[in-house]
């Protein structure tokens, strides 16, 4: 069945650059999506990637797919405290508009 | 402002008992969606809507219903709950894109609901 793959915890230094990567099954996924969730809140638009590109940066998030491989990453640089939270990626299914979504990535922010 | 409202936020109830959870957008988007997200097990897709008397099964609908008689409203029935039920459920909208997809959803503040 679809799964979206991706790891459950990420520490990461302030300053330092975090990446959190995602593994997903519908290589017809037309798009795929990092959310976050900050504490006690629901889930936001973080950034998206549309399946004909390689790469999107915006600002200090840079997001890779590579299609061959079904892996999708997001990159923060100079990862801040404010960026602590759960990383969620997804894939909404191209043959009915299924929304799938990964158990999410907590970051956690070391000084 | 442009939101997706739920209603309630917090409920405890006991097995057996009939409720349901509103969900209500403003931005008329086609899509509408809920979920449930428990630990370890992430957000779960339980039913979506792309548009009115259009409902199509999730990844875990068993024990629950939907209707989508409005564009704007997609509530969420649970017919007998059970404690399995328990969890913290989101309702999201989503537009369709002039390319006929669907992008970026809006999620609602989340209902936390006890099943006793």
Known sequence: ?111 | EAQVTQNPRYLITVTGKKLTVTCSQNMNHEYMSWYRQDPGLGLRQIYYSMNVEVTDKGDVPEGYKVSRKEKRNFPLILESPSPNQTSLYFCASSPRTSGGRYNEQFFGPGTRLTVL
């Not at chain 1, 590109?53 to 990453?73: A, E, F, I, P, Y």
Request: proline content about 2%.
């Open chain 1, 1 to 111: 069945g679809e799964d979206v793959e991706q790891s459950l915890f990420l520490s990461v230094r302030e300053g330092d650059s975090s990446v959190i990567n995602c593994t997903y099954t519908d290589s017809s996924s037309t798009y795929l999506y990092w959310y976050k969730q900050e504490p006690g809140a629901g889930l936001q638009l973080l950034t998206y990637i549309f399946s004909n590109m390689d790469m999107k940066q915006d600002q200090r998030l840079t997001v890779l797919l590579n299609k061959k491989d079904k892996h999708l990453s997001l990159r923060i640089a100079d990862t801040q405290t404010g960026d602590s939270a759960i990383y969620f990626c997804a894939e909404i299914l191209n043959r009915d508009d299924k929304i799938i979504f990964g158990k999410g990535t907590r970051l956690h922010i070391l000084p």
